[in-house]
């Protein structure tokens, strides 16, 4: 499994609309099915700087999703929203949950 990981400030007056952003652009439509989850962390110390988190089924997945034409307009309206570090993409390791007795 790989992950996609997005840096993103904020601009205060933007917050509503990048909230609307994640909801409807995230890798959570149908037509992205290797997307297996999709999360959004805000700093505490630094309101409005979120870690966008999106984890795949593989990276020849991930690559494709990064070539339509959806993945740029998502980088797009955040770049509208605030200021975007470069995408990174990274090896994420499967957690199997023991059952409890």
């Known amino acids: 499994?790989?992950?996609l990981m997005i840096y993103v400030h904020v601009m205060p007056s933007k917050r509503h609309e990048f909230m609307q952003t994640f909801e409807l652009l995230g890798c959570n439509s149908?037509?992205?099915i290797e997307c297996i989850y999709q999360t959004l962390f805000e700093e505490t110390e630094k309101p409005n700087r979120f870690l966008?988190?999106?984890e795949w089924a593989?990276?020849?997945s991930l690559q494709a999703y990064m070539k339509q034409d959806s993945f740029r307009m998502l980088l797009g309206a955040l770049e509208v929203l605030g200021e975007v570090e470069t995408p990174r993409i990274m090896k994420l390791a499967h957690f199997v949950e023991e059952e409890r007795s």
């Open 52 to 54: 966008w988190m999106e």
């Open 1 to 3: 499994m790989v992950g």
């Open 58 to 60: 593989g990276s020849e």
């Open 30 to 32: 149908e037509s992205q």
